[in-house]
């Protein structure tokens, strides 16, 4: 089992930047991989960024290519998302997960989520 908290959300306007954490405890948090999601109101939970186990490979939403950036930190067991030229239609809950790269298998580790609100 992995805990996950999510941190770092807040009202922005559009073209701002905020950075969105995930702190791990548990299990082992350089034994997986892991990824940014997203949920709008009235829409399906979306995987927008992921990162491999070391690091070396990230893979990115069209919706997010060139805007976002994920990254972690294995000694502090974090996860980060940073989030430029925010737009309103990034508005949603943030969630961070483990999961499995190339088969997408999220494991059941949700946190909370973090809210993030871009304003035009």
């Known amino acids: 089992q992995v805990q996950l908290v999510e941190s770092g959300g807040e009202l922005v306007q559009a073209g701002g930047s905020l950075r969105l954490s995930c702190a791990a405890s548990?299990?082992?948090?350089?034994?997986?991989?892991m990824g940014w999601f997203r949920q709008a109101p009235g829409k399906e939970r979306e995987l927008i960024a992921a990162i491999t186990k070391g690091g070396g490979t990230t893979n990115y939403a069209d919706s997010v290519q060139g805007r976002f950036t994920i990254s972690r930190d294995n000694s502090k067991n974090t996860m980060y998302l940073q989030m430029n030229n925010l737009k309103p239609e990034d508005t949603a809950v943030y969630y961070c997960?483990?999961?499995?790269?190339?088969?997408?298998?999220?494991?059941?580790?949700w946190g909370q989520g973090t809210q993030v609100t871009v304003s035009s």
């Open positions: 997960n483990a999961l499995d790269w190339g088969s997408w298998y999220e494991y059941p580790y």
């Open positions: 548990g299990r082992t948090f350089s034994n997986y991989a």
